[in-house]
């Protein structure tokens, strides 16, 4: 088959629906070139290579993007893999030079083809563990959640933990229901029900029971035990206090414990990441991710950051050192932190009282578990910290941190320290960001999820600092985009029209909420793909498609430069189609 014919053939599948087409060349070496053959080739795209400079503070493009005054233009058609890296960039008729007879040719009929979306803030096992649980996500009322939950019960065997979770703790903050329903409904089965974030749960009376917690179980450090009038718990936990329930519960074995990352790292791959970030690994899942990198069977790549929670962990890695060796699947040069609580909990530290909860302010640092000496030690190591900071106290406390620690550690400042959604910010601090060579961490999901209570929380005025990324943009500060998944939709669409419309999956608000903050559909794809690269050190080997880089490529259906720009609702139609990573396909559409 010539390659014009290839071409037509691929374009009239593509038009009945087919995703893409696979084709083995049947033609060696080409004696004029003299090229090697490319293990594969992509070719009939639309190929951004993300090899442009960065946008402006203000989203202007650079003058060598491939825009101009008509809009964006893919910068190239094909591109040839071998030995996991990418080796040509260019045209389709001279993609032709590295086919060969052992070339796997993939026609992606006009697809847009990107470097590989990161997610930069993951809670891996959790999402396979999500798999299993009963999903609360939508629930909107206490009866509606128990009714889930006692059909699950209907199923299992009395006595049998179940788990659910997903229902807004943030948006039930002023309603959270007791357990009374839940333990009449549910008596012989113990029940956790995990909020949407993670910062509050609700047990029933048998999970109570079994981790003994009772009207004198005193609350540990930074979390609160819900009592009734009568002093008597009333099945809620948040923030730190969580951990009474979660610790009863089964000990997850080692090989569930594996099955479960490894069916959250298949269901990443299928959403077009070829990567992640895990966010608080604790010595059993750094066993898992160890275990099942050593068995090549991790599908995507790992960016462990080891939990402060875990300090036996902590000592361990002291001992060794950063894994700075980039050409592993997995890499741990991280430490993960926590500074607070969260806002919708009422958790985060302020600065000043909660606007609708005078004379309360949240918790945070010591009062909150936090260890700054052992952290310290990471940084001062050369570990990368990666500081959960939520509130403005928060915020500015942790910045005060870091300062103290880099006088002390002059060479710390080198590890890209990174503050995890760095979500409300005083007018005052924003400047220290890019003052301390610090990354921001943010989710654009987070503003649209939030947005329906966090000016109760905080006022207007605190309010125009709070998911503030323009802002951060504009002081220069590096920022990376992620979704904390799976405490938000990880889906990519998602995350892109959040970051670049300000507005939720119906829509609203119309105009977008404080669009002043929006990112440009440039900025968006490269929170989720250039920037993340570079907070994890990789910015040489990933983030651009480019000869010499990994084969880290994501191919979608739509093109999220042009119709981010002109038709940014138009998104959440697109599809992922490929996900390649280190040259080889971890995920393809199936053609219909």
């Avoid at 333990?183 to 910062?199: A, M, Q, T, Y």
């Avoid at 992640?276 to 790549?301: S, T």
């Avoid at 109760?456 to 951060?472: M, S, V």
């Avoid at 609203?508 to 050190?537: C, H, I, K, L």
Wanted: charged fraction near 25%; include cysteine; charge should be negative.
């Amino acid at each position: 088959m010539s390659d014009s014919k290839d071409h037509a053939y691929a374009s009239g599948l593509a038009r009945r629906g087919f995703s893409f087409l696979v084709l083995l060349a049947a033609v060696g070496c080409s004696a004029d070139t003299g090229v090697e053959p490319a293990d594969l080739l992509l070719v009939n795209g639309s190929v951004y290579t993300f090899a442009w400079d960065d946008p402006a503070l203000d989203g202007t493009p650079a003058a060598n993007a491939p825009f101009d005054a008509d809009g964006w233009h893919p910068d190239a058609a094909a591109l040839a893999v071998r030995d996991r890296e990418i080796v040509f960039v260019g045209s389709d008729r001279e993609a032709q030079a590295y086919r060969g007879s052992e070339t796997e040719v993939i026609d992606v009929a006009g697809s847009t083809v990107l470097p590989g979306f990161v997610d930069s803030h993951t809670h891996i096992a959790g999402l396979g563990a999500n798999l299993e649980r009963v999903n609360l996500v939508d629930v909107t009322s206490e009866a509606e959640m128990v009714e889930r939950v006692a059909a699950r019960a209907a199923e299992v065997e009395p006595g049998e933990w179940i788990v659910g979770w997903g229902w807004d703790e943030g948006a039930w903050a002023d309603r959270y229901p007791d357990n009374r329903l839940l333990s009449e409904l549910v008596p012989d089965n113990p029940v956790i029900l995990r909020g949407l974030h993670g910062f509050a749960v609700l047990g029933n009376r048998m999970a109570f029971e079994l981790a003994g917690i009772t009207e004198e179980t005193e609350a540990p450090v930074g979390g609160e035990i819900r009592l009734d009038p009568h002093g008597k718990p009333t099945g809620v936990l948040v923030n730190n206090a969580t951990n009474l329930l979660d610790d009863a519960l089964p000990e997850v074995t080692q090989a569930r414990l594996e099955a479960r990352v490894l069916a959250g790292l298949q269901a990443m791959a299928a959403s077009g990441y070829v990567a992640v970030h895990e966010a608080g690994a604790d010595a059993a899942l750094m066993r898992a991710f160890e275990n099942l990198e050593r068995e090549g069977r991790l599908p995507i790549r790992v960016y462990a950051m080891l939990s402060d929670d875990d300090e036996g962990l902590l000592r361990e890695w002291l001992d060794r050192g950063p894994d700075i060796d980039p050409e592993g699947m997995l890499t741990t040069r991280c430490v993960k932190a926590f500074y607070d609580g969260a806002l919708g909990s009422r958790g985060a530290k302020l600065l000043e009282d909660y606007s609708d909860m005078p004379g309360h302010t949240g918790v945070g640092g010591d009062e909150y578990g936090f260890d700054g000496g052992i952290i310290a030690e990471m940084m001062a190591a050369g570990f990368q910290l990666a500081m959960h900071a939520i509130g403005d106290a928060g915020n500015r406390e942790t910045l005060d941190y870091i300062d103290s620690v880099y006088r002390e550690h002059p060479d710390a400042r080198i590890n890209r320290h990174r503050i995890e959604h760095a979500q409300v910010v005083h007018p005052d601090d924003f400047e220290r960001f890019a003052e301390l060579d610090l990354i921001a961490s943010m989710q654009p999901a987070h503003a649209v999820e939030d947005k329906a209570w966090a000016e109760d929380r905080l006022g207007p005025e605190r309010l125009k600092g709070a998911y503030a990324w323009r802002t951060l943009r504009r002081e220069g500060v590096d920022l990376t985009f992620n979704s904390d998944l799976p405490g938000s939709d990880h889906d990519i669409f998602y995350g892109l029209h959040a970051a670049i419309t300000r507005r939720d999956k119906e829509m609203q608000p119309p105009g977008g909420w404080y669009p002043e903050q929006r990112m440009t559909p440039e900025e968006a794809v490269r929170g989720y793909s250039v920037w993340a690269a570079f907070s994890a050190f990789l910015e040489d080997r990933t983030g651009v498609l480019e000869p010499g880089r990994w084969a880290d490529i994501t191919v979608i259906d739509i093109d999220p430069l042009v119709v981010g720009t002109a038709n940014p609702e138009q998104l959440f139609d697109g599809s992922m189609q490929l996900t390649v990573v280190g040259g080889e396909v971890v995920y393809r559409r199936e053609s219909r």
